[in-house]
């Protein structure tokens, strides 16, 4: 049932109702994933629908929904597509937002460029007060300078 409504909120004109279902839905959506072997925490397998994130971040304009939508974008088309689409969500609005230097982080280690991941990583690593983050983005940070000089 939760595909079947996912299906047709994308396919039909939303009303405010709907409209206020459609973070739910992407969250199920996401949640029903497969978990990744030996992940961390909350890794899933799969892929999240970029044009459910595309949608909702029409009704719902919001940099932490672009965002979800640049992540799904990196893993339905690649890194590579999602650069352009991090790279606009720089500014003000997710400045202490330690998810959107972890977005780019992932993309720029998927594509080999490990001193600017390490770099975005590092900044990851300085804006999070959870320590759970703060081991895993230390931890990608020295991955990255491992292969940066291999």
Same mark, same amino acid.
């Given at each position: 049932?939760?595909?079947?409504?996912?299906?047709?909120?994308?396919?039909?004109? $939303? @009303?405010?109702?709907?409209?206020?279902? #459609?973070?739910?839905?992407?969250?199920?959506?996401?949640?029903?994933?497969? !978990?990744?072997?030996? @992940?961390? @925490?909350?890794?899933?397998? #799969? !892929?999240?629908? &970029?044009?459910?994130?595309?949608?909702?971040?029409?009704?719902? &304009?919001?940099?932490?929904?672009?965002?979800?939508?640049?992540? =799904?974008?990196?893993?339905?088309?690649?890194?590579?597509?999602?650069?352009?689409?991090?790279?606009?969500?720089?500014?003000?609005?997710?400045?202490?937002?330690?998810?959107?230097?972890?977005?780019?982080?992932? $993309?720029?280690?998927?594509?080999?460029?490990?001193?600017?991941?390490?770099? =975005?990583?590092?900044?990851?690593?300085?804006?999070?007060?959870?320590? !759970?983050?703060?081991?895993?983005? =230390?931890?990608?940070?020295?991955? $990255?300078?491992?292969?940066?000089?291999?």
């Amino acid at each position: 049932m939760p595909r079947a409504l996912s299906a047709a909120w994308l396919s039909r004109p $939303c @009303g405010p109702s709907s409209e206020a279902a #459609g973070p739910y839905l992407a969250a199920g959506r996401h949640r029903r994933l497969p !978990r990744a072997r030996g @992940g961390v @925490g909350g890794h899933r397998t #799969g !892929r999240p629908s &970029p044009s459910l994130y595309a949608r909702l971040s029409a009704l719902t &304009p919001s940099p932490v929904i672009a965002l979800n939508r640049a992540v =799904a974008v990196s893993m339905a088309e690649g890194p590579a597509a999602a650069l352009p689409l991090l790279d606009a969500l720089e500014g003000p609005a997710l400045a202490g937002y330690q998810h959107l230097p972890a977005a780019r982080g992932d $993309c720029l280690r998927r594509l080999g460029r490990w001193p600017e991941a390490a770099a =975005a990583y590092g900044r990851a690593l300085s804006l999070t007060r959870n320590r !759970r983050e703060q081991a895993f983005f =230390a931890a990608r940070v020295a991955e $990255c300078e491992r292969d940066a000089t291999a």
